[in-house]
């Protein structure tokens, strides 16, 4: 069994900065891509940012350049700085992982997710 265990969100002004964390743990062969969404009420689950193994990091269009992806590999944690935060970014934000549990398989994970909300 896998666990996603999420931290760090909570209520900031326009033009603050959160840090979200992320900590996988379980029975784990190794920790592949790790990454965040998000969902706002009504809206469907959307991509923010995710971080290969390797460190490779990809980023939707609306948070280049202000959120930081990147990760731990040895606490098999994955963090999200967010600077310059706006109302728009008021979501449930969700971790994601891709887990290895053995050579030959792996799964999809997801944690139960964390609230930013923005205030103008």
């Known amino acids: 069994q896998v666990q996603l265990v999420e931290s760090g969100g909570g209520l900031v002004q326009a033009g603050g900065s959160l840090t979200l964390s992320c900590a996988a743990s379980?029975?784990?062969?190794?920790?592949?891509?790790m990454g965040w969404y998000r969902q706002a009420p009504g809206k469907q689950r959307v991509l923010v940012a995710t971080?290969?193994?390797?460190?490779?990091?990809n980023y939707a269009d609306s948070v280049k350049g202000r959120f930081t992806v990147s990760r731990d590999n040895a606490k098999k944690t994955v963090y999200l700085q967010m600077n310059s935060l706006a109302p728009d970014d008021t979501a449930a934000y969700y971790c994601?992982?891709?887990?290895?549990?053995?050579?030959?398989?792996?799964?999809?994970?997801w944690g139960r997710g964390t609230q930013v909300t923005v205030s103008s």
């Open positions: 971080i290969t193994h390797s460190g490779s990091a």
């Open positions: 994601y992982a891709d887990v290895r549990v053995s050579l030959m398989r792996s799964y999809d994970y």
């Open positions: 379980g029975s784990i062969f190794r920790v592949e891509t």
